[in-house]
C-alpha cells in the first residue's frame, strides 16, 4: 500500500470548514441547492436550501440566505434526508454480541425456560451507553435514531421489557417515550409452555393483574408493584406495545386482543403481515418490516415475500423498516431494506418515510426528529447520491444543527492500515505509534 | 494446482507466484487420480439441453477485469462462444435484446449453507456442524444436502449460478465441502459441478474452543493449534502408507492426506489477521497450501501478505461485532485486500440472505473505499463475485468469467449490478435459461414452497 496516501473526504473537507467559521453558534447552519426529501406531504424539493439556526430548521426554499459566519454547506444538488432511523437496534446496550458482559437487552431472573419471570418494568434504556463503540459507527451510516429493543430470553417471559428511541447524538438519555416489547409465535413459544396458545392465555391474564382481577397476593399473581403498573399504563392504551410477530394467524390473534383490551400496538417482523393488509390498516398498525426477510426461516414465516412492504403499503399500511439478524452493529443495512423494497414494488417516497417519518411518528418522537420541516430540529443527513441505494454514502450528518464528526472506531482502523506496513529498516515504528511520529 | 514445495518457495519468494496461481488454474480434477474418494458420489449433473442464445448490446462484465459496452454474448451448447461487437447469431439461436441491462459471469460464492442448514431453520434440519470431534475430516457436507432448500432458488435470483456448500466451523476440521451448480434436482449427485475439487473446512479461533472447551478441548487457541499438527501428522503418516495393498481405508486421513497433496483446497474460517498467519505457518509446516481464509474481518492487515502467498480471502462486506474475533471489521476490508498485485478477494455470504445480493455487498464496498479516495471499476468489482471465487474453488477453468469455451453461466441483469436496485433477470446456467424475473414459467419453486400462499 502506498506510504503516501492521503485521506481527504468531502465530509473531512467540510468538517473542516464548518470548524473554521468561527463566530457563528454551532447549531448555525445553511444548506444550500440541495435536493431535500423532506419525508413530509412536500416531498422532495430539488434546488432547495435549508436554514438552520440554534439547532432547529428555520427555513427550507429557494435562495435563502444566511447571516455573516454562518456556515455555507454546497449541496450541489445532492439528496439531503432527515437522519436516518436504525430500526429496533441494540445500539448502545451491547458492544460484542457474543460476549455476555457486554449485552444488556434480555431480562433473564428466572432459571430456564420453565422458570417464567415477569418483568415488564425492567427498562433497557437505562443500561444505554452513548459513548458505545456503536454509536459512532451507525453515524456514519447516516443512522441517527434508534429504538432499543427488549429481547425476551429463558428466565425472563414473553413480556420483554421497555425500550425508547435514543437520538445518537451523544445525550445519555431516550428523547421519546418508553415503549414496550412482547415476543410471540414461534421464536417464544418455548416461554410459554411450548404452546403460542399459552401466549394469549399469559397475556389475558396479565391483563386480570393489571386492572387488579388478580389479587397482588394471589398465588397466581406474576407481577411485581412496578410491574403492575406498568402494564395498567400499555394496557389502558397509554403507550406503545409494540410485538415481535411473524405468523399471519399470529397476528390475527394479536388484533384480537389488542382490540379487545385497548392496546395499542405495532409490529416488528411481519413477515406475514401482508396477508392481513387491510385488517392492519384499518386498526391503523404500522408494521415494521424485514425487507429481506423473505425465506420460510421456520414455519411462522412460510408466506415470507420480498414484497411484503410494497403490499402492506399499497393496503394503506403505515410501514417502517427493522432488521431481524445482526441490527445493532449493522444498523445501517435499513437503507438497503428500504432500497429493496423499492426494487419490488414499494414508492420510493413511502420507503424513506420508512427510514424516518413513521418510525419517528409510531414511537413518539416526531415532534423531534424524522422529517426535514420549519421547527424540527436539524437532524440532517446529505449523501453522495440517492440514500436508498447501498452504492451511495453519508457524506455529513448533522444532528440538533451540530456536524456529527463522520468517524468510527472502523474508519480509525482503516486510516490506520492505510498507512501501509511501517519500514523497520527506515527506522518506522509500528503501526502501534500515532501516525507522524516515525 | 502448487505442489507443497512449489508453495514453500512462493511462500520465502513472496512476490510473483500469486499471479502465477492466478494464470494458471488446477487443472481438470479428474487429472488428479491420487484421492480414492474422488469417484465416490460422483457427480451425475447434466446440463439442460437448451438452443443457442445471442444477448445484443449490453454492457458486458467479463469477469477478468474487462469490460465491453454495446457488446454481445453467444453461447451455444452449454458454452460460452464469444464475447464482442456486432456477433453472428446462428439461425436458430434466441436473441435477447441487452439494450441499457448488464451482463455478468454467474456468480459464485465460495461460502454457503444453503441445504445443510436449510430453510425452515427446524432442528430436524440442522446438518452442517458434525459436533462430536473436534477432528471430523471424514464427514461430507454433500451427504448433508438437502436439495429442496428453498434458498436455492432466492439464491438463484440472485444470480447465483455456483456455490460451494461447507460443513459448518464448530470443528477445527469440519470435513468436506462440496461444489454445485444451482440447478434444482433430487439428489445432490445431480447438482455436484462435474470435476470439482472438494474443499476442506477448517476453523480457527473462538467457535472451536467454545464449543469443545468443557468437551475434552480444545479450550484455547494453542489447543486449536495442537489439535490442527497432530491431525496433520497422522496424514502425514497415512500418506506414507499411499503404496500399501493393506492400508485399510481412513476415511478421515483420507481427506487430510488430499488436503496435504493438494487434491483438496483447503478452507479456512479464520477472523484475526494474526491467526491467518499462525495458519500460515501451520500450511508451511506441513507443506499444504491454502486456498482461502474465509471471514477474515481482518484481512486487511495482512492484505499484502495474502495476495503475495497467492491465498484468497472470502470475506462479507461489512459483518462486525458480532462476536470478539470480529471486533476489527471495517467496510473496506475487501477493498484494501483487492489492492496488492495478485491478490484475491472474495465477496462471500455465509447466509441465506446474503447469498442472494452479492452484487450489493461488492456495492458497499465500491461505496466505501470511495470515501477514502479508492475508486474500483465494476470490471474489477465482478471479479470477487466470480473469477477469483471460481480461483478459490478450483473451477475457473471452466467458469468464473466469460471466456470462450467456458460453461455459459451467464446473467443479465437490469442495470450496473452494484446497486440496491439491480436485480437478475434472466439467468442461464450451462446455457440453459434456468431464471427468469418475468416468466414464472422459469422460476423454480422448491418441493418445500407448494401448497402455501405466497
Known amino acids: 500500500m502506498s506510504r503516501r496516501f492521503r485521506i481527504v473526504t468531502k465530509a473531512a473537507a467540510l468538517a473542516l470548514a464548518l470548524c473554521a467559521c468561527a463566530g457563528a453558534a454551532a447549531q448555525d447552519l445553511l444548506i444550500r441547492n440541495a435536493r431535500v426529501h423532506t419525508a413530509t406531504a412536500q416531498g422532495t424539493l430539488e434546488g432547495t436550501d435549508v436554514l438552520v439556526q440554534g439547532g432547529v430548521v428555520r427555513a427550507i426554499g429557494k435562495g435563502l440566505s444566511a447571516s455573516a459566519g454562518v456556515p455555507v454547506v454546497e449541496a450541489s444538488g445532492r439528496p439531503l434526508t432527515p437522519a436516518l432511523f436504525g430500526g429496533i437496534s441494540g445500539v448502545g446496550i451491547e458492544e460484542v454480541s457474543g460476549e455476555q458482559s457486554t449485552t444488556d437487552a434480555a431480562l433473564a431472573l428466572g432459571n430456564g425456560p420453565k422458570d417464567m419471570v415477569v418483568r415488564p418494568e425492567f427498562d433497557v434504556t437505562l443500561a444505554y451507553n452513548p459513548d458505545s463503540i456503536l454509536v459512532p459507527v451507525a453515524r456514519v451510516g447516516g443512522i441517527g435514531f434508534t429504538l432499543l429493543g427488549a429481547d425476551s430470553r429463558p428466565g425472563g417471559s414473553i413480556v420483554a421489557g421497555q425500550g425508547a428511541v435514543v437520538r445518537l447524538d451523544g445525550s445519555p438519555d431516550p428523547i421519546g417515550p418508553r415503549v414496550l416489547f412482547l415476543s410471540l409465535g414461534a421464536g417464544a413459544s418455548g416461554l410459554t409452555g411450548n404452546s403460542r396458545a399459552g401466549q394469549w392465555m399469559l397475556l389475558d391474564q396479565l391483563v386480570d393483574e393489571a386492572r387488579g382481577r388478580i389479587a397482588p397476593d394471589s398465588p397466581h399473581a406474576l407481577l411485581t408493584p412496578a410491574g403492575r403498573a406498568t402494564l395498567a399504563r400499555y394496557f389502558s392504551g397509554n403507550g406503545l406495545v409494540v410485538a415481535r410477530v411473524e405468523r399471519a394467524a399470529d397476528i390475527r390473534q394479536l388484533l384480537r386482543w389488542s382490540q379487545r383490551h385497548g392496546v395499542r400496538i405495532a409490529i416488528a417482523g411481519g413477515a406475514e403481515a401482508w396477508k392481513l393488509a387491510p385488517e392492519l390498516a384499518r386498526a391503523k398498525v404500522p408494521v415494521f418490516v424485514d425487507v429481506l426477510a423473505n425465506l420460510p426461516s421456520n414455519f411462522d414465516q412460510l408466506g415470507a415475500t420480498m414484497e411484503n412492504a410494497a403490499r402492506l403499503r399499497a393496503a394503506g399500511v403505515q410501514v417502517g423498516f427493522t432488521q431481524s439478524g445482526d441490527a445493532s452493529h449493522n444498523a445501517r443495512k435499513v437503507r438497503q431494506l428500504a432500497g429493496n423494497a423499492v426494487a419490488n414494488g414499494m414508492a420510493w417516497e413511502d420507503a424513506l418515510a420508512g427510514l424516518t417519518r413513521v418510525p419517528a411518528e409510531t414511537f413518539g418522537v416526531a415532534d423531534r426528529t424524522g422529517t426535514i420541516a420549519v421547527g424540527r430540529s436539524a437532524d440532517l443527513v446529505l449523501w453522495t447520491g440517492d440514500p436508498l441505494d447501498v452504492a451511495n454514502t453519508a457524506d455529513q450528518m448533522w444532528l440538533g444543527g451540530r456536524a456529527v464528526p463522520m468517524r468510527s472506531r472502523q474508519t480509525e482502523l482503516r486510516d490506520r492500515y492505510l498507512r501501509g506496513e511501517p519500514s523497520r529498516e527506515a527506522g518506522q515504528l509500528p503501526l502501534a505509534y500515532p501516525a507522524g511520529t516515525r | ?443 423454480p419453486v422448491s418441493d418445500f414452497l407448494l401448497g402455501g400462499v405466497r
Request: hydrophobic letters at 40%.
Open chain 2, 1 to 443: 494446482m502448487l505442489r507443497p514445495l512449489t508453495a514453500a518457495l512462493c511462500a520465502a519468494l513472496l512476490a510473483g507466484c500469486a499471479s502465477t496461481a492466478a494464470k494458471n488454474p488446477p487443472p481438470p480434477a479428474s487429472a488428479t487420480p491420487a484421492d480414492p474418494a474422488r469417484e465416490a458420489f460422483a457427480s451425475t449433473y447434466r446440463p439442460i439441453a437448451a438452443p443457442p442464445v445471442l444477448i445484443t448490446n449490453a454492457t458486458v462484465l467479463v469477469g477478468d477485469g474487462r469490460r465491453l459496452d454495446g457488446a454481445d454474448v453467444l453461447m451455444r451448447e452449454g458454452r460460452i462462444v464469444e464475447v464482442g461487437h456486432g456477433l453472428a447469431a446462428p439461425a436458430d439461436a434466441v436473441r435477447v435484446d441487452g439494450t441499457g441491462k448488464w451482463v455478468t459471469p454467474g456468480l459464485i460464492d465460495a461460502h454457503s449453507h444453503l441445504g445443510v442448514y436449510p430453510s425452515p431453520g427446524t432442528q430436524s434440519h440442522s446438518d452442517g456442524n458434525e459436533m462430536t470431534s473436534p477432528v471430523t475430516a471424514q464427514v461430507w457436507a454433500e451427504h448433508s444436502v438437502w436439495p429442496q432448500d428453498p434458498g436455492f432458488g432466492t439464491a438463484l435470483a440472485g444470480g447465483i449460478t455456483t456455490l460451494q456448500i461447507l460443513p459448518g466451523s464448530a470443528n477445527l476440521v469440519g470435513g468436506r465441502g462440496v461444489t454445485l451448480k444451482n440447478v434444482y434436482a433430487n439428489t445432490v449427485q445431480d447438482m455436484k459441478f462435474p470435476g470439482a475439487p472438494h474443499g476442506l473446512k477448517m476453523a480457527c479461533g473462538e467457535n472451536p474452543k467454545r464449543v469443545y472447551g468443557q468437551r475434552g478441548g480444545p479450550a484455547t487457541r494453542m489447543g486449536n493449534l495442537a489439535g490442527y499438527r497432530a491431525a496433520f501428522i497422522d496424514a502425514q503418516a497415512y500418506a506414507k502408507k499411499a503404496g500399501d495393498k493393506d492400508r485399510k481405508r481412513d476415511l478421515k486421513l483420507e481427506t487430510l492426506a488430499g488436503a496435504l497433496n493438494g487434491d483438496i483446497l483447503v478452507h479456512i474460517h479464520c477472523y484475526r489477521a494474526d491467526e491467518m498467519a499462525q495458519m500460515l505457518d501451520l500450511a508451511k509446516e506441513f507443506g499444504f497450501r491454502i486456498s482461502a481464509f474465509h471471514h477474515g474481518v481482518e484481512a486487511y492487515k495482512i492484505a499484502d501478505r495474502l495476495a503475495a502467498e497467492g491465498v484468497c480471502a472470502a470475506l462479507w462486506a461489512d459483518w462486525w461485532g458480532f462476536k470478539m474475533e470480529a471486533w476489527d471489521g471495517i467496510q473496506e476490508n475487501i477493498a484494501l485486500v483487492d489492492r496488492p498485485q495478485g491478490s484475491c478477494a472474495i465477496v462471500h455470504s455465509d447466509s441465506e440472505e446474503g447469498i442472494q445480493r452479492l452484487n450489493q455487498e461488492a456495492a458497499k464496498v465500491i461505496a466505501a473505499a470511495r470515501r477514502v479516495g479508492i475508486e474500483i471499476a465494476p470490471e474489477r468489482a465482478i471479479r470477487w463475485l466470480t473469477q477469483n471465487p471460481a480461483r478459490a474453488l478450483g473451477i475457473l477453468d471452466r467458469t468464473g468469467t466469460l471466456e470462450p469455451g467456458k460453461m455459459a453461466d451467464v446473467v443479465l441483469w437490469n442495470g450496473n449490478p452494484f446497486s440496491s436496485y439491480a436485480q437478475a433477470e434472466k439467468v442461464w446456467i450451462d446455457g440453459a435459461h434456468v431464471y427468469d424475473r418475468h416468466d414464472p414459467s422459469r422460476r
